[in-house]
């Protein structure tokens, strides 16, 4: 047993220092970006969200965009896009080459939106060779001032440097996971300060963007209820919970399967929830949801009855305070050969926030 003690204790002890070098490496190893990045009047970045590239032959596809009142954020070619963005890029490219003192890559970029507004102009591409440390300006961008949302400066850059370099922060920090910085293979993003930084899967958001955090920082969260009501019947309903940040955040209830005469259906609802904020720096609460009905009768073959999506709804309203409890009614439920059902579907909300310190 003694010496089975001892063996453990060392593992134990050499966890910690295996863990900071891990994370020291990936801190100091320099990767591409290209994305996003805030800057103050001096010319520092504050904020920043990216694609990265960090291997030979890394795509670079995505998506980058602007919002309201400092919001920044990046996401994966495929990923929905920020109900409330003014500002859209559509990313691609490719790393060519890498090493620890120089990248070339293949970057393209498109804007699809400008202040709010949808455009169509053409792709701009070109091929980059850069030597660690340098930034090459693809974009210089200013947005006014409006309503509260102060006038800011932003810049669309490719940069070959280390998530140290970028970020500033120090390797005992990174190794704490200090800046809350969130990455993944195609995006990174940090908030100087180190309480607004969130992201989520392969891409990244930044949130605030302006500097130091400010006090008193909400965390948000949405309760959501998928209510089934049948005439005579006790109401079965199902619960789960969501972050809610200014990203659209995917929800989705296990399926409901209800019997017929003509064979049983299955229903799945889900969405996506977001918060925002409008040009003019009002809350506001993003709702999407749909339903997608799938059935096997004994009427027809399960191969013959494709899943049928119906009954989508979206919408923007002011945000929601205090306990106040959402309703959001689904049109009446329907056979494959169209005869209604007596079940109700329906979705109800609640929002709460909590202070982040």
């Known amino acids: ?41 001096d010319g520092s970045t504050n ?21 309201p009142c400092n919001s920044m954020g990046a996401g994966n070619a495929n990923r929905e896009v920020s109900t409330f963005a003014t500002d859209i890029w559509l990313m691609s490219g490719r790393v060519l080459e890498l090493s620890d003192q120089y990248a070339s890559l293949h970057v393209g970029w498109k804007r699809t939106r400008r202040n709010g507004q949808d455009e169509t102009s053409p792709e701009q591409s070109l091929t980059l060779t850069l030597k660690r440390g340098e930034r090459h300006n693809l974009e210089t961008i200013s947005v006014p ?5 102060a006038a800011r400066t932003a810049s669309l850059d490719v940069v070959f440097a280390s998530r140290q370099e970028v970020t500033g922060i120090s390797d005992e920090a990174f190794a704490r996971g200090g800046g809350r910085s969130s990455a993944g293979r195609a995006g990174m993003g940090y908030v100087q300060g180190g309480t ?19 006090p008193g ?15 005579g019947q006790p109401d079965e309903t ?13 929800y989705a209830f296990p399926p409901v399967t209800i019997q017929t005469a003509a064979g049983p259906i299955t229903i799945k609802v889900e969405g996506t929830l977001e918060a925002g904020l409008t040009p003019d720096g009002q809350r506001r609460f993003h709702f999407a949801a749909s339903r997608t009905v799938s059935a096997s009768t004994t009427s027809s073959p399960a191969r013959d009855l494709k899943p049928v999506v119906e009954g989508s709804t979206k919408t923007t309203i002011a945000m929601p305070e205090g306990n106040e409890v ?30 982040l310190r």
């Open 145 to 149: 001032a409006i309503g509260s949302c």
């Open 1 to 41: 047993m003694k010496p089975r003690l001892a063996l453990l204790t060392a593992v134990m002890a050499l966890a910690p220092v295996s863990a900071w070098a891990q994370a020291t490496t990936r801190a100091t190893k320099p990767i591409i970006y290209t994305g996003l990045f805030a800057t103050m009047p």
């Open 326 to 355: 959402l309703a959001f009614e689904m049109p009446p439920l329907r056979t494959p050969d169209g005869t209604t059902l007596p079940d109700r579907l329906s979705i109800r909300v609640r929002i709460s926030a909590s202070q």
């Open 47 to 67: 904020g920043f969200a990216s694609q990265t590239g960090e291997y030979v032959g890394a795509d670079l596809a995505g998506t980058l965009y602007l919002s």
């Open 238 to 250: 199902q619960h789960l919970a969501s972050q809610l940040i200014p990203i659209p955040i995917a």
């Open 217 to 231: 920082l909400e965390r948000l969260t949405a309760e959501l209820w998928l209510v089934r009501s049948t005439p």
């Open 196 to 214: 607004q930084g969130s992201g989520s899967g392969g891409g990244a958001l930044v949130l605030g963007a302006s500097g130091a955090a400010s």
